[in-house]
DNA sequence: CTCAACCTATCTATAAATCAGATAGAAACT
DNA sequence: AGTTTCTATCTGATTTATAGATAGGTTGAG
């Protein structure tokens, strides 16, 4: 088992070409560098150099257990820099929850500076389908969240808006709805209702959408995107979530009478008070703040 | 700079989950083990357990150093395995020089055997064009070496017949001798003649095979295979060299009238008797005893 | 050829770190 | 309440690491 300091010799030796070089540049005696490299060579019972010249020079094997000793170097830096990191108040795990009707490509870009920035974070991403975010900040299962904007946020959230997003009234393009120019309420009540609804039965916020009497429930507005592409029923879904099939032409949107076509939410970053962030939550919160999403 | 010691100490605690139980295991002290752990943690800043129960619990922060530990401890244990090897005689580097004429194919199954076997051994596989093996040899570049067989090898080099190679007089389909049923000597005097030669202009073993007035040279039998294929010339070549084309049809062995269609040429593998092989050279000299390539 | 400069190995005394054993206090289980 | 098992801490003995001095070898210049 080489002791770290008779790595370090050997390689600032090789580094350098001299063992009194090294001495010099470690701040060692001469002394303590020849009995190091010694004491390695004993320990391995590999030769690393050959001293039958003034200066020594590394044997072949040297030079394979050279590379070795720098991997080992590379070890214990990775080591030392995480419980830096950690001692400087950085996480590390951070579990980031994006709803699915927020669109996550603005956060991307962040992301990868993010990777830069705090190379030991792990990063965890859920992708909770309907207003789960609280849920899993309060479990601690989630650190951060990003979801549409709610009424009311329980005690010990915080929450900012960073942006806002579309909803669109969309059905297929095979779907009666679809043939007609203009829908109102009465239009829409008579077809199947296709309505986002979270997991947690506690959560009433999905009521306040239903327009028909003829209503599913789906958690993940994607799968309802699915079954609406399959032609059955309409729903009001956010533009991130049915952007490509509209654009496909798979599903159409509703233009109504009476409202505005589309409805814009905001986009809420939420945290918790209790659960305080670590250096790179508090940084991503920050960025997150400066973004616009749309 | 963690010791190796401490690393160990913290490593075995965490899997046994008592710094006790890790004393018995490494057969120390339960205070040596008390004191890495608490050095460890004072050195990193970081708390590595939390004491609160009877036994010690890994914090977060725990976990993700236990990791980074667990990656030192590997890059030692390499590191030592290494030592280990040269120390029992493997050598760090093994070149071998096989001649383009020979197939490699019956080789590779026995590299992938190598691999495993010494994973250490740093490979080089060469491929010089033709008869350029003993020179590789002779200046230390190569280790091992497959070709033809040579009428004479210089003093102090060892070889071993391990298979044959059949050498087919061949061109293009598209060229006039393709047109005959058999070849004799006159016809082939009438047409261009492409013979490999070495790099090395003192080996003469090219010239006995030299018919025709009309002589291009080249180094590698590859090369001299694209060139039929455009068209131009005859030559006689191994059958693991022009194989491929000669399955696609560009090009096509000739009928001899008056000798054998193919002749049939030993495949030696030849090493230094001076450059004594390490225990991977070794190794695979023996399994290329045991080959029979054809 | 000789000398000066620079290198490494080795010795020695001292400073430092390590370790085992003993002990005390906390937690868990009976 | 008693027993077991655990960790932290203290202490003295042992081991280890280190600086400094010295001897001997190599290199290159004069």
Known sequence: ???????????????????????????????????????LEIETGVELFDRSKRSPVL????????????????????FISRAMALNA????????????NVSAQPLMELLI?????????????LDPGTSD???????????????????HYPKGFLFRGIGHSRKLPVCSRHHPLAKLDQVDHSDLRRYRQ???????????????????PKVWYAESPFVIAEVLSAG?????????????????????????????DAS?????VVWSRHKPLGKGGQWLLNECFKLNVS
């Not at 814009?264 to 809420?268: F, I, M, P, R, S």
Request: charge should be negative; include cysteine.
């Open 264 to 268: 814009l939410q905001g986009v809420d």
């Open 59 to 78: 044997t072949e094997e040297g030079e394979t257990l050279l590379r070795s000793a720098y991997s080992i170097m590379e070890s214990h830096h990775d």
């Open 194 to 212: 296709l309505v986002p609804r979270s997991l947690d039965l506690e959560d009433k916020s999905h009521e306040e959408q239903i327009l028909s």
């Open 113 to 125: 500076v993010f990777e830069e920035k705090y190379p030991h974070i792990e990063l965890e991403l």
């Open 89 to 100: 108040g950085e996480e590390s795990h951070l579990c980031l929850a994006i709803e699915q």
């Open 1 to 39: 088992m080489p002791h770290p300091d008779q790595l370090n010799a050997f390689i600032t030796a090789a580094e350098t070409g001299s063992f009194s070089a090294a001495s010099r540049r470690l701040k060692k005696a001469q002394s303590a560098i020849s009995n190091a490299i010694i004491n």
């Open 232 to 260: 059955l029923g309409w729903a009001s879904l956010h533009e991130a979530v049915v952007k490509e099939q509209l654009e496909q032409g798979t599903l159409v949107a509703l233009k109504r009478t009476y409202q505005q």
């Open 133 to 151: 975010v609280p849920s899993l900040l309060r479990s601690g299962r989630a650190d951060l969240g990003l979801m549409m904007e709610q009424e």
